[in-house]
């Protein structure tokens, strides 16, 4: 157990949600009370900085350094070689008064159809500068570019951009405006796209944008990180795992103590994400998420600190980071606080 480590990233699970939600939350499953148990006996909440993406690559490169476009690209089953690699994620531009606001468009499934037209017009349009679209099935997309001939830029995650204006994330860099051309000849592309007519005849949010950021190309030496393990559905994650020469499972294979006790040591579980609380609708299945979340995961995590199975097991999530040790659960004097207690505030 010496130096052992369990880090659990769980996108979501603490919000951020509207204050008048937080209130309104009610765990009442058999996770609820070892959850609360849990974050009330950990030490005082540290905060971490960046979104999810930035901290995968902080956790699983110990220079901090790796580009999330071909690691992720890595991850979704293609092969960057020696090309700089975008995340050209597709996006939802939305009129608001007198600028143009980032959104995200929803799940965005399309036929081998759609994706081979779809890189075609893009492809037809991007014929002499050296530069190929890959629209992978899981939903990624990627700009692949020759190294000679890639853009210089300074690009925001999208992530971050989402919700915000469009003129705000727009990248910078000496071949900003050159691309900034290009990003707007792809929206037109894309407006009179098949893809879009049929999206907006099923009642979904056209693909109307791509957000282009993580620009950059694997390290020659390949990545180094603490972990020997790490459980994950997450593409980046699997994909800087692979470049650390590391093994990368589905969460629901850790899952039970007898699993976890084979791969003891510096252990990495990314669960899966909650959705955003953006109304009613989306709140009622963010607390059926965050439900199940406890219900699944409390008690094992309970279970693993009381047999000592890591000698730390870190809970993270929404920019705070829970450390809890073999002594942990002695604290008494930190009484157990309601779940919504530890709520992010949107």
Known sequence: MSGSLLHVLAPGLLGPLPAQAAADVRLDGPGAAPAELLLSRARRPTPVSGGLS???????????RVAVGPARALGDGLHPGRHVVFCADPVHLVP?????????????????????????DVQGYFADEGFTLQLQATGGWYLFCDPERAPQLDTVPLEQALGTSLRDGLPDGPDAAHWIRHLNAIQMLLHASPLNVSRQAAGLSPVNGIWLWGGGALPANGVCNRFNAVFSHDALARGLAAASGIPCEPPETWHGSAAVDRTAGQVLLQTEALVPVTDGESFVRWQHQAGS???????????????????????ESEGRRFLLGPHSLRAFWRRPRPFRHWLVAA
């Open 293 to 315: 979340w406890c219900d699944r995961w409390a008690p094992v995590l309970l279970q693993l600190l009381r047999r000592r199975s890591f000698a730390r097991i870190c809970l």
């Open 54 to 64: 930035q901290r995968l690559v902080q956790l699983l490169d110990d220079k901090g």
């Open 96 to 120: 608001d008064r007198d600028q143009l606001r980032i959104m995200s468009p929803g799940p965005v499934s399309l036929s081998p159809a759609d994706r081979r037209s779809l890189q075609q």
